[in-house]
C-alpha cells in the first residue's frame, strides 16, 4: 500500500516544485547549467585525430571508466574531457587524509568552518591532480597518434585548457548546489550517464541482438534497479535517549527524549567500486605497453592482459571477475570503517547528553556502534559486490554485446535519483510548514 501511494506522490512532488516560483526558479537553473555542461561537452580541443580516438576507447577500459565521470565528453577530447574525476580523487583522498592528520582532525571537528576549510584544501589539491592527469591523456594521446602536436607550448595550453575545464565543470556543481537542487557534483555525473544512454539504446535497437535476450537483459536491469534501491534505502536505526535539565524559577526538571541513529547498510556508496575498478583496470592497462604486438608470439605482458580483461572469456573470465568481487568487498569494509570513524558518533552522545538504552557511555558505546556497523556492512559489501559483476552475469546469461550494464553508472543514476527528489520533497516541506505560520 505505501509503495503504491509513494509513486504519485513523487510525481505530485514534481508538480508542486514547479507551480512554485523559488522551486521552479532553482529547477529551472539546475537545467540551464545542464545545458551548459552539455554544451561544453562537445567543444573539442584542435588537433585530435577522432577516428583514431574511437578506435582507442573501443580497447581501453581504463579510458572508458574516465569517460564515465566526464559523461561522454572524453570521447570528443573536449575541454571538460576529464569531466569532475580530479576532484572526485581529491575529495578521496581528503577523506583518507583527515583521520591520519591531527591538523585536518582538529578542522573536521570545528564545525562548518572546518568543513568550508577541507573544501577549500580540496579545490587547491584538485588543481595539481588535474594537471597530472591532463599530461598522462595528452601522452597516451600522442603514444597512440591521436594527438599531432609534440611541442611545448601547445602542450602546455592543453594541459591549461583541461584543468579549467574541470575546475569550471567544480565552479557549476558548486553553483548547482548552492542555487539549485541537489548536489551539483553528482548531478553533472549524472546528466553526463543519462546523455549517453540513448545512443546506447539505439545501438541495440539497430543491432541484431536476440529478442528473448534482450527480454532477460532488461528484466535484469530493473531487477538490479530495484537492489540498489532497497539496499540504498536501508538502515539500522539504533535508540537514543537524551536526559536533559531544564531550571524554570529556582526548580530543576529532569526532561528526557528519544530518537534513534539511521545507520546506512550501505555507507560506502559508490567508492569502493572506483576503488576496486581502478586496481582492477591498472596492471592491464600497463602490461599493454609491454606486450607483444598481433602476429607474435605472446609473452607475459599479453597474459596479464588477458587475466585482467573484463571481456575475457571463460574461464580465463572468472578470475577477473572473481578478484573484482573480492575487491569491492574489501574496500566496501575499508571505507565504511574510515567515514565510521570519523562520525566519532560515541563522542557526540556523549557531548550532546545522549546514550543507548542498556549501553554505557565511552569505549562500551564505540564498541556497540563498531560492531553493529561490522555486522551492517556485510549487508552493504556483498550488495555492492553483486552490482560490480552484474555485467558479467548479463553478458553470459542473455548474450546481448550491444547493450552495456554498467554497475557504477547504475549506483550513480539510482541514488543521485533518490538524493534529488528527497531534496525537492524537503524543500516542499519546509515551505508548506512557513505557510502554515504565516
Same mark, same amino acid.
Given at each position: 500500500?505505501?509503495?503504491?501511494?509513494?509513486?504519485?506522490?513523487?510525481?505530485?512532488?514534481?508538480?508542486?516544485?514547479?507551480?512554485?516560483?523559488?522551486?521552479?526558479?532553482?529547477?529551472?537553473?539546475?537545467?540551464?547549467?545542464?545545458?551548459?555542461?552539455?554544451?561544453?561537452?562537445?567543444?573539442?580541443?584542435?588537433?585530435?585525430?577522432?577516428?583514431?580516438?574511437?578506435?582507442?576507447?573501443?580497447?581501453?577500459?581504463?579510458?572508458?571508466?574516465?569517460?564515465?565521470?566526464?559523461?561522454?565528453?572524453?570521447?570528443?577530447?573536449?575541454?571538460?574531457?576529464?569531466?569532475?574525476?580530479?576532484?572526485?580523487?581529491?575529495?578521496?583522498?581528503?577523506?583518507?587524509?583527515?583521520?591520519?592528520?591531527?591538523?585536518?582532525?582538529?578542522?573536521?571537528?570545528?564545525?562548518?568552518?572546518?568543513?568550508?576549510?577541507?573544501?577549500?584544501?580540496?579545490?587547491?589539491?584538485?588543481?595539481?591532480?588535474?594537471?597530472?592527469?591532463?599530461?598522462?591523456?595528452?601522452?597516451?594521446?600522442?603514444?597512440?597518434?591521436?594527438?599531432?602536436?609534440?611541442?611545448?607550448?601547445?602542450?602546455?595550453?592543453?594541459?591549461?585548457?583541461?584543468?579549467?575545464?574541470?575546475?569550471?565543470?567544480?565552479?557549476?556543481?558548486?553553483?548547482?548546489?548552492?542555487?539549485?537542487?541537489?548536489?551539483?557534483?553528482?548531478?553533472?555525473?549524472?546528466?553526463?550517464?543519462?546523455?549517453?544512454?540513448?545512443?546506447?539504446?539505439?545501438?541495440?535497437?539497430?543491432?541484431?541482438?536476440?529478442?528473448?535476450?534482450?527480454?532477460?537483459?532488461?528484466?535484469?536491469?530493473?531487477?538490479? *534497479? /530495484?537492489?540498489?534501491?532497497? !539496499?540504498?534505502?536501508?538502515?539500522?536505526?539504533?535508540?537514543?535517549?537524551? &536526559? %536533559? =535539565?531544564?531550571? @524554570?524559577?529556582?526548580?530543576?526538571?529532569?526532561?528526557?527524549?528519544?530518537?534513534?541513529?539511521?545507520?546506512?547498510?550501505?555507507?560506502?556508496?559508490?567508492?569502493?567500486?572506483?576503488?576496486?575498478?581502478?586496481?582492477?583496470?591498472?596492471?592491464?592497462?600497463?602490461?599493454?605497453?609491454?606486450?607483444?604486438?598481433?602476429?607474435?608470439?605472446?609473452?607475459?605482458?599479453?597474459?596479464?592482459?588477458?587475466?585482467?580483461?573484463?571481456?575475457?572469456?571463460?574461464?580465463?573470465?572468472?578470475?577477473?571477475?572473481?578478484?573484482?568481487?573480492?575487491? *569491492? /568487498?574489501?574496500?566496501?569494509? !575499508?571505507?565504511?570503517?574510515?567515514?565510521?570513524?570519523?562520525?566519532?558518533? &560515541? %563522542? =557526540?552522545?556523549? @557531548?550532546?547528553?545522549?546514550?543507548?538504552?542498556?549501553?554505557?557511555?565511552?569505549?562500551?558505546?564505540?564498541?556497540?556502534?563498531?560492531?553493529?556497523?561490522?555486522?551492517?556492512?556485510?549487508?552493504?559489501?556483498?550488495?555492492?559486490?553483486?552490482?560490480?559483476?552484474?555485467?558479467?552475469?548479463?553478458?553470459?546469461?542473455?548474450?546481448?554485446?550491444?547493450?552495456?550494464?554498467?554497475?557504477?553508472?547504475?549506483?550513480?543514476?539510482?541514488?543521485?535519483?533518490?538524493?534529488?527528489?528527497?531534496?525537492?520533497?524537503?524543500?516542499?516541506?519546509?515551505?508548506?510548514?512557513?505557510?502554515?505560520?504565516?
Amino acid at each position: 500500500m505505501q509503495q503504491r501511494e509513494a509513486r504519485p506522490r513523487l510525481i505530485q512532488a514534481l508538480v508542486d516544485a514547479f507551480s512554485l516560483p523559488d522551486l521552479r526558479r532553482r529547477l529551472l537553473f539546475t537545467l540551464g547549467m545542464l545545458v551548459v555542461f552539455r554544451f561544453i561537452a562537445h567543444v573539442p580541443l584542435p588537433g585530435v585525430d577522432l577516428e583514431a580516438l574511437r578506435e582507442l576507447f573501443e580497447r581501453n577500459q581504463l579510458l572508458g571508466m574516465l569517460d564515465l565521470f566526464s559523461g561522454g565528453a572524453m570521447k570528443n577530447f573536449s575541454v571538460v574531457a576529464m569531466g569532475v574525476y580530479p576532484y572526485i580523487t581529491a575529495s578521496i583522498i581528503m577523506q583518507l587524509l583527515v583521520p591520519v592528520i591531527p591538523r585536518l582532525r582538529a578542522l573536521s571537528q570545528e564545525g562548518e568552518a572546518g568543513r568550508r576549510r577541507i573544501n577549500q584544501f580540496t579545490h587547491w589539491l584538485t588543481v595539481p591532480l588535474a594537471a597530472l592527469q591532463g599530461y598522462a591523456q595528452l601522452s597516451l594521446m600522442r603514444s597512440q597518434g591521436i594527438i599531432e602536436y609534440a611541442e611545448a607550448l601547445p602542450t602546455f595550453a592543453m594541459i591549461l585548457s583541461l584543468t579549467a575545464g574541470t575546475m569550471f565543470l567544480v565552479w557549476i556543481g558548486e553553483l548547482i548546489t548552492e542555487r539549485g537542487i541537489g548536489n551539483g557534483v553528482s548531478i553533472i555525473i549524472f546528466a553526463g550517464i543519462v546523455a549517453s544512454m540513448p545512443e546506447m539504446i539505439g545501438r541495440g535497437l539497430i543491432a541484431k541482438q536476440d529478442m528473448v535476450g534482450l527480454i532477460a537483459f532488461t528484466i535484469l536491469a530493473l531487477a538490479t *534497479v /530495484v537492489l540498489i534501491v532497497i !539496499f540504498t534505502e536501508g538502515h539500522r536505526r539504533i535508540p537514543v535517549q537524551y &536526559a %536533559r =535539565t531544564a531550571f @524554570r524559577g529556582s526548580r530543576m526538571y529532569r526532561q528526557s527524549g528519544s530518537t534513534h541513529i539511521p545507520l546506512r547498510v550501505n555507507t560506502a556508496g559508490m567508492i569502493p567500486l572506483i576503488f576496486a575498478m581502478s586496481l582492477m583496470i591498472f596492471p592491464g592497462t600497463i602490461a599493454s605497453y609491454f606486450a607483444s604486438p598481433e602476429g607474435m608470439d605472446p609473452n607475459f605482458a599479453n597474459t596479464l592482459m588477458n587475466w585482467f580483461n573484463p571481456g575475457a572469456a571463460l574461464p580465463v573470465g572468472l578470475f577477473y571477475w572473481g578478484f573484482y568481487f573480492l575487491m *569491492v /568487498v574489501a574496500f566496501a569494509f !575499508f571505507y565504511t570503517m574510515v567515514i565510521f570513524e570519523q562520525m566519532d558518533l &560515541a %563522542r =557526540t552522545l556523549q @557531548r550532546q547528553g545522549g546514550f543507548i538504552p542498556g549501553v554505557r557511555p565511552g569505549k562500551p558505546t564505540t564498541d556497540y556502534l563498531n560492531k553493529v556497523i561490522s555486522h551492517i556492512t556485510w549487508g552493504g559489501a556483498l550488495f555492492l559486490a553483486l552490482v560490480a559483476v552484474m555485467p558479467f552475469f548479463a553478458r553470459t546469461i542473455t548474450s546481448v554485446s550491444v547493450l552495456t550494464l554498467s554497475s557504477m553508472g547504475m549506483l550513480i543514476i539510482v541514488g543521485v535519483a533518490l538524493d534529488t527528489m528527497k531534496q525537492i520533497e524537503a524543500q516542499l516541506t519546509m515551505r508548506r510548514y512557513e505557510g502554515f505560520l504565516k
